[in-house]
């Protein structure tokens, strides 16, 4: 028997104190919330690997000829190199901005770099690195 269910079964009882139900109750509660949030986050990666059916050899090839092209792993985003675990799949246009997990529209960054460019697309980000340059000039 889980935990979980002991818990059940202790917030059920009626010879727990009321008290010590409630206690158990709040428990189960906070437990069910954590479920329902790695439930979420289990569906939205889901969600991410299946939409326009990314496959271990896109990936693979997305990284490939990323360095073939430098040399080594390098940043598209800020053009530095990536050590691994600092790395990640970068989507040109967004997939929240209907962009797909199809090679044309993969490159590969720094995670922190995926992160600043958020739900921007290559250019625009490009665009605004450029005038925020441009306006430290002026
Ligand atoms: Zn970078």
């Known amino acids: 028997m889980s935990l ?5 079964l ?3 009882s009626s010879i727990v104190p ?4 409630e206690e158990y109750k709040q428990k189960i509660h906070a437990s069910q919330k954590d479920i329902n949030r790695l439930r979420q986050k289990v569906n939205n990666s889901n969600t991410r690997l299946l939409t326009g059916g990314l496959t271990l050899s896109i990936v ?3 990284y490939e000829d990323n360095i073939k092209k430098f040399g080594c792993l ?4 800020c053009g530095k190199p990536i050590t691994f675990s600092d790395d990640s799949l970068e989507h040109n246009i967004p997939i929240s901005r209907g962009g797909k997990n199809h090679y044309n529209n993969l490159s590969v960054s720094h995670l922190k770099c995926n992160h600043r460019k958020g739900d921007m697309t290559l250019i625009e ?14």
């Open 125 to 138: 980000w490009d665009i605004e690195e450029a005038t925020k340059k441009l306006l430290r000039k002026l």
């Open 18 to 21: 009321k008290h010590i139900r």
């Open 60 to 62: 693979q090839s997305v």
């Open 10 to 12: 202790v917030a059920k």
């Open 74 to 77: 390098t940043c598209i985003i």
């Open 4 to 8: 979980f269910n002991i818990d059940q």
